[in-house]
């Protein structure tokens, strides 16, 4: 148990030993003397407060189903076999099989109650905040600085989509376990031993099990080397002679060389991540999204991260890649950005915090910033769940230390101090508090969260739209289903999914003649036989139901010419030709109806066209395995006993002649 306290704890940097005392002494010697302890559970219970709204949402239509909802592994809960097929699954373009198990745990223990699986959410975001808060204070000694910065990571509404998305498990799992190898490296670099080492690889490999954007840990291991560890000097030091700077191109040799097992472990990860991805068609050709686009996009979304990360407005569960939409001024802005950020944060390296902070929110950001791109989205919320610490922390530490100087210099009395960071955190925390509150409201169902995102994303977009439609159509609330299919229908004319879902809404209220242009027109752009049979399908029924017989049994044949074997094909087919008096074709489809899934339904059928035929005692031969699938069926009955009188008055008057 020792040890495991101790390798929660990660090493205070040299010189920092003195700096609890000042960051209370400096006007909040009331507010210093509260334990430890009481600051993580002033966290905990905020977090709780504020996310436990997301217990009375409940599955969204976007990749719930995927995760949970419609996936038998996961429904059949903790088993051998579930478990195998997790780490064997490449399903949802990722490897990832410490996420499936989770979910798999919540079907275990909930079933499917949206509010278990949320409230496990919830709680794994409250454990890393407070493990946010107690690693930062034990490696720097700045507890009320560690505090608020574990504030900005509770509270912010951009991590909302991590917490309150159901299917977003992996992100809180891999930062979970991305902490403790944080923990465990600092108890490593405290006194390097195999076994605090092999800690270290053990928590990694858990948090690439969970998800493989923790492949830049070793990256941040190394950023925790210069602050707040320093296990290497300030490089190319103002105030240092030439010496040093081959001292930390020493040390930081041996760094990166202590740390190749990890890097060896995140290639590993991500071979196999991009086998998924590539098997799962999640990226995006070069021929579509050339390297300039990705780089022009890479930029934007850092400085729209940034934006977000003050004002975060118009938030969206999809932001849509802009393509070669992006402005020339837009992406020149943005580097000039990026650019100055990059030199201020540089001249000011031996302020250790601020390039820490820097590089950890540039580097975490990389493996999904766009260069591989993987969907059609620009950037996500959920992407800057771990890279926004490095802002904050470098944003609170600064303003701190400048806060410092200036109360110093202007002798600020300390109950002035008292009163200003209290209103100021009062202020701050309410309102993004009040903020997430809202931005959790959006994923309380499908309707709400397209809803939000068409109310965010102003310009019309092909994905929002067929989205919130079929949420709408889930609902029976067709109309304005209809209404926004016909606008995905206008953005993209040439794609199946608006013109199959107008014309399948508009069949199933009753409308099938104005149904009929739309499902031709999805058989005419379906991109794969599935899709095709798809819309033949429904084409054929509505050709059925307003009487057209012959369009709809060569529809049928169409359907049939892709799957031979297809159930509703065939039977399909058969009612339509019934109902044509084609009754010898029709007790063909009906006899292969029968083969696919011996029905009593179909037997009937096949009994039914054979009569109509004059084929009397294949008829009767039908019926009778009709009343043995089916005892109870009165129609069959009574159809056999009235063939069985009329084939035994035609024997007996063949008798007398």
């Known amino acids: ?79 051998w076999t ?7 699954s490449l399903d949802a373009a990722n490897w990832h099989p410490l996420t499936w198990i989770s979910h798999m745990a919540d079907c275990q223990m909930f079933g499917l109650n949206p509010a278990g699986h949320h409230g496990v959410s919830m709680l794994l975001h409250v454990i890393n905040v407070v493990l946010l808060f107690v690693l930062l204070y034990k490696a720097t000694g700045y507890r009320w600085r560690s505090f608020f910065v574990a504030g900005l990571f509770a509270l912010h509404p951009l991590n909302v989509e991590t917490v309150a998305w159901a299917s977003e498990r992996k992100s809180l799992l891999s930062m979970l376990f991305s902490l403790l190898a944080v923990g465990c490296y600092g108890w490593y670099a405290r006194a390097p031993q195999v076994r605090r080492y092999l800690a270290v690889a053990g928590c990694f490999a858990l948090a690439l099990l969970a998800k493989p954007m923790a492949v830049t840990l070793p990256v941040v291991l190394l950023i925790l080397d210069y602050w707040p560890l320093e296990r290497m000097p300030i490089p190319f030091s103002k105030k240092k002679t030439g010496g040093v700077k081959n ?11 202590e740390k190749v097992p990890l890097f ?37 979304s850092y400085a729209e991260y940034i934006g977000k990360m003050f004002w975060p407005s118009k938030i969206s569960y999809y932001y849509p890649h802009p393509v070669d939409q992006i402005a020339v001024w837009k992406f020149l802005l943005a580097a000039f950005l990026l650019a100055i950020i990059s030199d201020v944060v540089w001249q000011n390296r031996e302020r250790r915090h601020l390039l820490f902070g820097w590089t950890l929110f540039v580097m975490t950001l990389v493996p999904v910033i766009g260069v591989i791109q993987v969907g059609m989205q620009a950037r996500a919320d959920r992407y800057v769940y771990i890279p926004f610490i490095g802002l904050f922390i470098a944003i609170i530490w600064e303003l701190n230390d400048r806060w410092e100087q200036w109360s110093a210099s202007k002798q600020v009395r300390q ?58 159509k889930d609902q029976g609330r067709t109309a304005e289903a209809i209404e926004h299919f016909r606008i995905a229908e206008s953005l ?21 003649a104005g149904a ?17 049979t798809r819309a033949l399908n429904r084409l054929a029924v509505a050709y059925m139901d307003l009487g057209k017989n012959e369009e709809s049994a060569a529809a049928f044949s169409e359907l049939l010419k892709i799957q031979p074997q297809l159930l509703a094909g065939h039977a399909g087919r058969g009612q339509a030709l019934f109902n044509l008096a084609r009754y010898e074709e029709a007790s063909a489809d009906f006899v292969a109806a029968a083969e ?48 069985e009188k009329k084939l035994a008055i035609g024997g007996k008057s063949k008798a007398d002649r």
């Open 492 to 512: 993209a004319p040439g794609m199946f999914i608006p013109h199959f879902n107008i014309g399948y809404a508009l069949a199933e209220s009753g409308d099938n």
């Open 415 to 472: 109950g002035m101090v008292v009163s200003l960071i209290g209103i100021a955190t009062l202020l701050i925390g309410s309102s993004m508090g009040a903020a997430t509150v809202k931005n959790i409201g959006h994923w309380r169902d499908s309707v709400s969260l397209f809803t939000s995102a068409h109310k965010a994303i102003l310009k019309p977009n092909i994905r929002i739209e067929t989205n919130l439609a079929t949420a709408l």
């Open 264 to 300: 060896l472990m995140s290639a590993a990860s991500s071979w196999v991540t991009v086998i998924a991805q590539e098997r799962g068609h999640a990226t995006s050709s070069m021929g579509f999204l050339t390297t300039q686009l990705r780089l022009q996009n890479a930029f934007t």
């Open 82 to 88: 579930s478990v195998k097929w997790a780490f064997r």
């Open 247 to 257: 001292e930390f191109w020493k040390r930081f040799g041996g760094l990166v060389a």
């Open 596 to 643: 696919v899934r011996p029905a009593g339904e179909f037997f009937l059928m096949a009994g039914k066209s054979l009569e109509g035929a004059g084929k009397f005692m294949e008829a009767a031969e039908e019926y009778r395995r009709t009343l043995k699938t089916e005892p109870g069926l009165a129609e069959a009955r009574t159809r056999l006993d009235g063939l």
């Open 1 to 79: 148990m020792e040890e495991t306290l101790e390798a929660m704890k990660l090493v205070e940097a040299r010189g920092q030993r003195t700096r609890e005392g000042r960051d209370g002494s400096r006007g909040v010697n009331t507010l210093a003397s509260l334990p430890t302890w009481a600051l993580a559970a002033v966290l905990a219970a905020a977090t709780l407060g504020v996310y436990g709204t997301t217990l009375r949402n409940g599955f969204v239509d976007f990749d719930d189903r995927e995760y949970i909802t419609k996936n038998v592994h996961v429904r059949a809960g903790l088993t």
């Open 516 to 532: 009929l242009p739309e499902l031709k027109e999805a058989v005419r752009c379906a991109s794969n036989p599935e899709e095709k």
